[in-house]
């Protein structure tokens, strides 16, 4: 079945640095891909997404790009904010068939200091 | 604010119980998602609806079920509670049923079963 694979944190790292969450996916088809945000006590939000290879999703800073011969999704930003600590969620969905559940990485805990 | 909610949000309850967890979701949106986040399960999908039809299951317990109503609203009933229950239940929704589409997910429910 389909897996997501995202390194496993706890990540830390002070104001400004570079951050590089790797995620890497199994899926038949064309998955559609997913980065979600868990700020503490709060439900998933969207960051970003792609939908077909060798696109590149990017919002508030953060990028990442669907590479099919990788299998890969890796979640960058170049200057990360004490307010970005949060756990990050690797996602996709199925690309065929009518189930378009969700499947999750373990999510990586991020932690910004100042 | 995603405009998915979800009532109640905390749920205290005794082992050998039946909660009802509730969840609205987004103007318009068709299909509903129900995911259980556990610290030894991760993110896990449940039951998808779309438009008051089951759509998918995922890894669902024969004593969860659950139901979406014609004014769209679902309903997750758990019964027979156990300890290992105790999660915290998202429901998503989306407006329709596609790869690309989007899940906005609401502040989750965390039940605990004592």
């Known amino acids: 079945g389909d897996s997501v694979t995202q390194m496993e944190g706890p990540v830390t790292l002070s104001e400004e640095a570079f951050l590089t969450i790797n995620c890497t996916y199994t899926a038949t088809g064309y998955p559609s891909l997913f980065w979600y945000v868990q700020y503490p006590g709060e439900g998933l939000q969207l960051l970003l997404k792609?939908?077909?290879?060798?696109d590149k999703g990017s919002n508030k800073g953060f990028e990442a790009t669907y590479r099919k011969e990788t299998t890969s999704f890796h979640l960058e930003k170049g200057s990360v904010q004490v307010s970005d600590s949060a756990v990050y969620f690797c996602?996709?969905?199925?690309?065929?068939?009518?189930?378009?559940?969700?499947?999750f990485g373990k999510g990586t805990l991020l932690t910004v200091n100042p | 604010d995603s405009g998915v909610t979800q009532t109640p949000k905390h749920l205290i309850t005794a082992t050998g119980q039946r909660v009802t967890l509730r969840c609205s979701p987004r103007s318009g949106d068709l299909s509903v998602y129900w995911y259980q986040q556990s610290l030894d399960q991760g993110l896990q999908f449940l039951i998808q609806?779309?438009?008051?039809?089951?759509?998918a299951k995922g890894n669902i317990l024969e004593r969860f079920s659950a139901q979406q109503f014609p004014d769209l609203h679902s309903e997750l009933n758990l019964s027979s509670l156990e300890l290992g229950d105790s999660a915290l239940y998202f429901c998503a929704s989306s407006p329709r049923d596609r790869s690309y589409n989007e899940q906005f997910f609401g502040p989750g429910t965390r039940l605990t079963v004592l």
């Open positions: 792609a939908t077909k290879a060798d």
């Open positions: 609806y779309y438009n008051g039809e089951e759509r």
């Open positions: 996602a996709l969905t199925p690309g065929g068939g009518s189930n378009y559940k969700l499947t």
